[in-house]
């Protein structure tokens, strides 16, 4: 909770964790992100003067999200964890008192939360009064989604409010659905086929407990997310550059196509080494594919002048279509970082432009639902790079409620063979 609010995203919080309790204090701080609306203005209302210390404010903003948990929020998906009151304010005592920033507050804690319990309906009623409160996002969010979706905004921002689907994608150079299918049923998790590689799970399930992990049949990926190796039809042989690669979610997608020379790039060294780590789980790694750190921003940094036959550029965006997996991500973001965010996609694909062959595919990829970093990027694509011809590309995809796949933009363009270019001019 700290580090976030101290602006850490809770992935890296999280690996941090030794792995006995990982899954236990994901599941609890995912919980609490999901409501921290309701927390914060609860707190608000007990603590008129501010918590005395951040330390002290987290331990009270968890207790709160947790005491407040209504009956009707067990449908969410999620489901709520089930503690007694009396449980929550004494461990949240407990627990105040074994740290010295904390311990001089053990009756404020005790105070405000009694007084929650006492008062829980009025404090509520007000609490409900926000607007970030109802929906469980910031209000400058709410703002853009509305104005972005005047008819959809209230589905959008239901869905991203609550957790995702577990969702395969199958591993085609391992096995077939049918057969990952099969293994699933043996083993009583239920499931069902979507898109044309994956399997949503009824119920999530800790990955290693899933048939075919070790032998590398499937990977954890999105259905939105799945689109993007399909969009791309890749033949042996191509030089195919994947700009913004790590983890390697969509590396995988398009390695599985067909037997290209693929050049992986991404600017974290540290996740890079993901990538590895999934194609060798995966069966994936072969000797065309070539890692690379680097800005895709600055060529000369790493391109050897070759050009490349198609370019997945899954450029960096804010994440807003992946809230519901990533519930921290809405409280780390300010709303300049959409316009900043889009100004760096804008420098990024106009470097990777240049390294395409006339002739040659890009695919554009965000998983975000704000459209200056989708639709709008496209208008400008389509406007600015020389040669740029848009094909048909599933452009936003939008999570909606009961909807099985979290929110992209996809824009998958031509570079026109300068001589082909028809002649406006005239
Ligand atoms: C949306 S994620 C990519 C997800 C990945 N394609 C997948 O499917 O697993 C964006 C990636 O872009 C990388 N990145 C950010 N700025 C970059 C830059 N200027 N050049 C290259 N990579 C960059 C980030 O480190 C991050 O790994």
């Known amino acids: 909770m700290q580090a976030v609010a101290e602006g850490y995203s809770l992935t890296e919080v999280l690996n941090a964790e030794p792995l006995p309790r990982r899954a236990a204090v994901q599941s609890l701080s995912f919980y609490v992100m999901r409501r921290l609306a309701r927390g914060r203005a609860l707190a608000d209302l007990l603590l008129e003067r501010g918590a005395p210390n951040p ?3 987290s331990l009270l903003l968890t207790v709160l999200c947790l005491l407040s948990v209504e009956p009707a929020e067990s449908a969410d998906g999620q489901r709520p964890p089930r503690y007694e009151a009396h449980t929550l304010v004494s461990q949240a005592v407990t627990a105040a ?3 010295k920033q904390t311990a001089a507050f053990k009756g404020l804690i005790n105070a405000c939360l009694r007084r929650y319990l006492r008062e829980r309906e009025a404090l509520m009623a007000q609490a409900y009064l926000r607007s970030d409160v109802r929906w469980g996002f910031p209000k400058w969010w709410i703002r853009r989604i509305r104005e972005a979706y005047p008819s959809q905004w209230e589905s959008i921002l239901a869905s991203a409010a609550a957790p995702g689907p577990l969702t395969l994608r199958i591993n085609t150079r391992k096995t077939d659905r049918d057969t990952v299918m099969q293994a699933l049923q043996a083993q009583h998790i239920g499931a069902t086929p979507i898109g044309q590689h994956g399997i949503v799970l009824d119920q999530a399930q800790p990955v290693g407990k ?14 939105g997310a799945q689109c993007a190796a399909d969009l791309l039809p890749l033949t ?31 600017i974290d060294e540290v996740r890079l080494s993901r990538v590895t780590e999934n194609l060798l789980r995966l069966g994936l790694d072969h000797d065309g594919v070539i890692l690379k750190t680097g800005n895709a921003a600055r060529l000369p940094s790493w391109w050897d002048g070759q050009p490349f036959d198609a370019i997945l550029a899954d450029v960096p965006c804010t994440a807003s279509g992946i809230v519901r997996r ?9 709303e300049q970082d959409i316009a900043d ?24 990829v965000t998983c975000s639902v704000f459209p200056q970093e989708g639709i709008e990027q496209e208008a400008w694509m389509r406007t600015t790079l020389p040669g740029a011809v848009s094909l048909p590309a599933p452009g936003q995809l939008l999570p909606g409620q009961g909807s099985e796949h979290d929110g992209f933009f996809y824009a998958l363009l031509r570079k026109q063979d300068e001589k082909q270019t028809p002649d406006t001019s005239a």
């Open 326 to 334: 990533h519930p921290d991500i809405k409280w780390l973001r300010e």
């Open 55 to 57: 330390l002290m404010g």
């Open 236 to 266: 042996d042989g191509m030089r195919v550059l994947d700009a913004c690669a790590a983890p390697g979610g969509k590396t995988a997608g398009l390695l599985m196509q067909a037997k290209v020379h693929l050049t992986a790039l991404d």
């Open 97 to 99: 008192g074994q740290d």
């Open 341 to 364: 965010t889009a100004a760096l996609q804008r420098r990024i694909v106009a470097a990777l432009w240049e390294t395409l062959k006339p002739g040659g595919l890009f695919l554009y």
């Open 210 to 223: 899933i048939p075919g992990f070790e032998q590398g049949w499937w990977l954890v990926q999105d259905a």
